[in-house]
């Protein structure tokens, strides 16, 4: 019983344009929502979050927008570089928990 | 980078064995968890930590225990190694419950 997926394992985004990564979640009871990046041989690192009383949040070129309705978040890359290749995770946190439910990752290649 | 450090980054093992991963910290933090990842199933928390010995379950803590006798230190231990638990494990560590999760660098684990 997957709770939060990410329906696409992988996607490929040429350098300067907008990459969408689309998480879906199951769980009304998440309140709190992140996207981490992860390169190999490396732990992931945390990128950006959102908590369910707002619908969007910036941080340069990361962008995370929630629609609770939908039960759907996303995260925009704009401009996409190169170095934004790797594998991207979104993780959800049920209230009044401290555990993350993760999804399994969407591999992001950015073609220079 | 938060400082956390995983021992060994690497090990390769016998079934019925028993296994020690060891995760340091050098932030202070209260919080402290231990994930798997495997294909197909992103990262999966195993247990975790709020304070020292106090611990609880994630959602795939069957045949893992963990021990958490000071600030900085968090091991999970596997009794009797399985090939099932063959998997890279992360740990994690968070100042508060709620805020972003910092990751560590990850333990390849083999068990033949």
């Known amino acids: 019983d997957q709770q939060v997926k990410q329906n696409s394992p992988s996607l490929s985004v040429q350098e300067g344009r907008i990459s969408i990564l689309n998480c879906d979640y199951t769980?009304?009871?998440?309140?709190?929502f992140l996207w981490y990046k992860k390169y190999p041989a490396e732990g992931p690192t945390f990128l950006i979050s959102i908590s369910s009383i707002k619908d969007k949040n910036e941080d340069g070129r990361f962008t995370v927008f929630l629609n609770k309705s939908a039960k759907h978040l996303s995260l925009h890359i704009v401009p996409s570089q190169p170095g934004d290749s790797a594998v991207y995770f979104c993780a959800a946190s049920p209230s009044g928990t401290y555990k993350y439910i993760f999804g399994t990752g969407t591999r992001l290649k950015v073609l220079a | 980078d938060a400082g956390i450090t995983q021992s060994p980054r690497h090990k390769v093992t016998e079934t019925g064995t028993p296994v020690t991963l060891r995760c340091h910290q050098t932030?202070?933090?209260?919080?402290m968890y231990w994930y798997r990842q495997d294909p197909g199933h992103g990262l999966r928390l195993i247990h975790y930590?709020?304070?020292?010995?106090?611990?609880d379950k994630g959602e795939v803590s069957d045949g893992y225990s963990v021990s958490r006798s000071k600030t900085e230190d968090f091991l999970l231990t596997l009794e009797s190694a399985t090939s099932s638990q063959t998997s890279v494990y992360f740990c994690?560590?968070?100042?508060?419950?709620?805020?972003?999760?910092?990751f560590g660098d990850g333990t390849r684990l083999s068990i033949l």
């Open positions: 994690a560590i968070s100042a508060q419950g709620g805020q972003p999760q910092h």
């Open positions: 769980n009304s009871m998440f309140d709190y």
């Open positions: 932030e202070n933090h209260r919080y």
């Open positions: 930590s709020y304070g020292v010995k106090d611990t």
